[in-house]
């Protein structure tokens, strides 16, 4: 299983960005999806998930101006980011607890990451 992530930048302040993430390979079924992020110096930290029956849950510092939602047929996350601010530059990741067609047990895959930066 492979995780694409992209859709990052450089925007200023009150900009918005869309970040798309696209899962490969032999997948049977993905449960929770997610968004997060890792700003310099720091951990990384979660964002945003969604589970496979839709449900949203946020970080404080995201929540009325992110909106995660997914595609299950083509296996997509998306972050909307909107009213962004300094705080949201970080390295952005996303990550798919999946099930592999022949295996029995779920695995957490991860993106690549993807960089926003917020500046002006």
């Known amino acids: 299983v492979q995780l694409q992530a992209s859709g990052g930048g450089l925007v200023q302040p009150g900009g918005s960005l869309r970040l798309s993430c696209a899962a490969s390979?032999?997948?049977?079924?993905?449960?929770?999806m997610g968004w997060h992020r890792q700003a310099p110096g720091k951990q990384r930290e979660l964002v945003a998930v969604?589970?496979?029956?839709?449900?949203?849950n946020y970080a404080d510092s995201v929540k009325g101006r992110f909106t995660i939602s997914r595609d299950n047929a083509k296996k997509m996350v998306y972050l909307q980011m909107n009213s962004l601010q300094y705080a949201d530059t970080a390295v952005y990741y996303c990550?798919?607890?999946?099930?592999?067609?022949?295996?029995?047990?779920?695995?957490?895959?991860w993106g690549q990451g993807t960089l926003v930066t917020v500046s002006s």
């Open positions: 990550n798919m607890d999946a099930l592999r067609w022949g295996r029995s047990t779920w695995g957490d895959y």
């Open positions: 390979g032999s997948i049977k079924s993905i449960s929770n």
């Open positions: 969604i589970t496979s029956d839709g449900t949203t």
